[in-house]
């Protein structure tokens, strides 16, 4: 080690970077950013906006228009009542909101921050987009990287993820601000810390604790108490506070929030999110490390402050995970409310009718039926299947979705809808949003392409430099992590049976069409006793009713460090995102149905 990195590294040894994250997904709450600019002491502001439904929204808004395409809002509404006082601050900025046209975004960026008569320089990164090689990919014989299935033709979006280098670069090379593309969500926490610790590409551990800083703030206010499973301990859901990173130069990092806002951070709030929408803890697949999750250890160190360290790394692989979106049909969702006696058998009756109508009329006009037909009663608990409970109720919201290949075919649909409420049982009355509108279906096509085959880059002051990204090595996957004990219930005392928030807190999420369902005990002590209840099989059993049978497997992953296991459920989501027909198309509410599962437990342990 050369005496300028020694004097460095000592330099660093009691700093802490401040990064808060003021966006989870595009919609999220416009006050974060203003909250923390202006109630806290941060260095950098981070806002993630970008799903794949974003990215189709977006590209089919550059279509109409080419100058669009990214989150306007984030330049309207945000930065732009907010710049003075980032600069006065010295704050800098970081977000994917740049969407598929991250050049236009900083276009409109700049002319605010030239209005203002301010000096703020503002970096752009580039690569992601791959559209004009999607021609090249196809007769290359590309396919989809879990299904095998052939890349279709209507394709809307095409992006790789990239990772933290170009931004990293772009802060070294003096940018205030950064407007990239599709990144990782984590990429834009992992690039500031490259550069203000100055890791290298090979301090693999440090990247990994980055890594998790990030994907612990991505999601904004959701690990500050949002989405808990004791939600009725969390104060001040009116006023939530977003997540601040205090990250040290060790890796080590602390979750905080602005004094005065509400929201609650605890160990469990914050082990919550680490297990949302993960695969195998012990590999976390990112651009720029491949992370280890699996011995992760929380600890709380004041009110609302949690310490989270632990995390190891690995290098990264030698591939860019290419997620695409594409149009396949249209489809139609309605929903409105029959009321009264037998509420859910006129439901029934009337969901039917109004399909069977309009099948007739389709076959009358040689058009086929619709290609998939989804109906829920919401109110009766039908999302639980067979562990439902209130299927008496006076009271129901059905929801009818279908998809067809021609627009007109739901279009025809929307139309018989309203004929209900007067040629059919009593009581239908609020269809929701008025008359249904159509739109289109829209899919998830993901596959790997090699490192060297994007071409990344930055844009300062219309300066382009290309960004030399590590090729990464081939990924050989760990061995997993042996199951750890498992209590013997026949040797036990009485056992009661319990629903499993009793002894464990959960939080789902999704993956494309998959969702995971981490489950964390309350106390060490349950967790044999949890494992005793839960596994593979049972959690097969329990959750079938949303798996697509045959097709779906069932995966458990250990995290000791958080007295943890993490399932993951394959084909759970009819389709997931704007292709499924479900009223959760995310998995949102999968981990709440869990929640209600029944464990076994000795009686004196709950004492």
Known sequence: MTDSMKSTQNQ???????????????????????????????????FDYLSEVTMSIMARAKLKDPTLGY??????????????????????????????NPLSCRDALV??????????????????????????????????????????????SMNAYL?????????????????????????????????EFKWGVNDYDHLAQAALAGHVIECGAQCNGGNFTDWDTVPGYDNMGFPIAEVSADGSFIIAKPEGTGGLISTATIGEQIVYEIN???????????????HVHVEQVGENRVKVSGARGRAPTSQYKVSTTYMDGYRLLVSFVIAGIDAKRKAERVANAILTKCERVLAEKGVQGFTEKHIEYL????????????????????????????QQACAFLASEIAQASTGMAPGLAGIMGGRPKVSPVVKLFSFLVDKDQCKVETD??????????????????????????????????????????????????????????????????????IRASLNTETVRAYMAHVLDGANSDVFCFELPGLNAMNFFLT??????????????????????????????????LLK
């Open 460 to 529: 300062l002051n219309g300066v382009r430099t290309v960004i030399d990204v590590p090729t990464g090595v081939k990924h050989v996957p760990l061995a997993p992590i042996t199951a750890g004990e498992v209590a013997d219930l026949s040797k036990a005392g009485a056992l009661i049976t319990v629903p499993l928030i009793k002894v464990a807190y959960v939080r789902s999420g999704d993956k494309g069409n998959a969702s995971n369902l981490g489950v964390l005990a309350r106390k060490p002590e349950y967790l044999p006793i």
């Open 379 to 406: 109110g009766t608990e039908s999302t639980y299947g067979p562990h439902g409970r209130h299927a008496d109720t006076r009271e129901v919201v059905l929801k009818i979705a279908v998809t067809h290949p021609i």
């Open 280 to 294: 195998d803890p012990q590999s976390y697949l990112l651009p720029d490390v491949i992370a280890d999750f699996s």
């Open 12 to 46: 660093d040894a009691g700093r802490v970077v401040k990064i808060g994250c003021a966006s989870g997904f595009w919609g999220d709450t416009n006050t974060a950013a203003f909250q923390l600019v202006n109630q806290a002491q941060i260095d950098y502001l981070v």
């Open 111 to 156: 002319q605010l921050i030239d209005a203002a008569g301010l000096n703020l320089k503002v970096a752009v990164v580039l690569g992601d987009d791959l559209m004009d090689r999607q021609d090249a990919l196809r007769a290359a014989g590309t396919t989809e990287m879990f299904s095998g299935q052939a890349m279709p033709d209507k394709i809307v």
């Open 571 to 604: 084909n759970a989501l009819g389709g997931g995102g704007m292709a499924s027909l479900r009223i959760d198309p995310q998995g949102k509410a999968l981990g709440q149905q869990l929640l209600d599962m029944p464990v076994q437990i000795p009686a004196d």
């Open 163 to 195: 990772g933290a280098v170009a931004i990293r670069d772009a802060l070294d090379a003096g940018a205030d601000i950064i407007i990239t593309g599709r990144v990782v969500d984590s990429a834009v926490v992992i690039g500031p810390l490259m550069h």
């Open 71 to 100: 989150a306007h809002d984030f330049v309207k509404n945000v930065m732009a009542p907010l710049l003075k006082k980032i600069a006065d601050k010295k704050i800098k900025v970081v977000s994917n909101a740049g969407g598929v």
